[in-house]
């Protein structure tokens, strides 16, 4: 999005710069522990489903992923568990459940500009995953995703299977996110804030087009319009500030995150 800035005005949306890697590593692994709790309050959570990986800044290879069992809303920085390219744990005093693996390591290591990916069972994310069908560009928000987005049509359960890792990240593709036929919403960004924010802006447009289908109102922008548009509101820039004021309210309101 474009901002204006007056003269002499700092601008509050500044990205962060590192003088090593042990201060970018804090930094995303407590975005990551951010994005969790306001995963956790946007209701998220499905039992002990759902994920956001971080890849290591030193070791490429590497990603930090949520313990195995723990609510998002109960997520710490330092609860996060750092996994190899072999899915074993090489830091961290949790388990990590084998579809956070099979599923993330292959959609990373198939894209090297994606740092982060984010999947859960949101509701409106799984129900429009059943039609098996790409989001219209209803809404504005919803042109974030226009012609960036794709769908991996096949369920066969539990993603345990490495090699349906591999096929996800192949339907995935170039784009933002690919949608899991019967399952749910996959978001990547180059940053945890981008992938974060696209995976809560696509499951209300989710729900957004839902709403529409039900009431018969189904009236999408036309195609040069919604390409304008997610000139505009669909860069990993827009995801990242978007992310923002998110990331500014749920540290005010839970500090214990950045533990």
């Not at 946007?42 to 039992?47: H, N, R, T, V």
């Not at 802006?201 to 548009?229: F, K, Y």
Request: with cysteine; aromatic share 10%; hydrophobic share 35%.
């Amino acid at each position: 999005m474009e901002r204006i800035l007056g003269k002499g005005v700092e601008d509050y949306l500044k990205k962060p710069t590192f003088n090593n890697y042990e201060e970018e590593r804090q930094h995303n692994k407590q975005k990551l522990a951010g994005a969790f709790r306001l995963f956790g309050q946007f209701g998220f959570s499905e039992g002990a489903a759902g994920h956001i990986t971080y890849r290591d800044p030193e070791r490429k290879d590497h990603l930090w992923v949520n313990p195995y069992g723990m609510h998002f809303n109960k997520i710490k920085a330092s609860d996060l568990v750092l996994v190899n390219s072999e899915g074993q744990v090489v830091e961290g005093k949790y388990s990590v459940h084998k579809s956070a693996f099979s599923i993330h390591s292959a959609v990373h290591e198939a894209r090297e500009d994606v740092i982060a990916s984010a999947h859960a069972h949101s509701v409106y994310g799984k129900t429009w995953s059943i039609s098996g069908k790409l989001l219209d560009p209803l809404t504005q928000d919803a042109c974030s995703f226009y012609n960036d987005h794709s769908i991996f049509d096949e369920y066969k359960g539990v993603a345990f299977d490495e090699e349906e890792g591999v096929r996800i990240g192949k339907a995935l593709g170039d784009n933002k996110a690919v949608i899991l036929r019967s399952h749910g919403l996959l978001t990547v960004g180059e940053s945890v804030d981008a992938a974060a924010f696209w995976f809560i802006t696509m499951e209300r447009s989710c729900q957004s087009q839902l709403l529409a289908e039900s009431a018969g109102i189904v009236n999408s922008i036309a195609p040069e319009d919604a390409a304008h548009t997610a000139g505009q509101v669909g860069r990993e820039v827009d995801g990242w500030e978007s992310f923002q004021p998110m990331w500014e309210r749920i540290v005010s309101e839970q500090p214990d995150l950045l533990e």
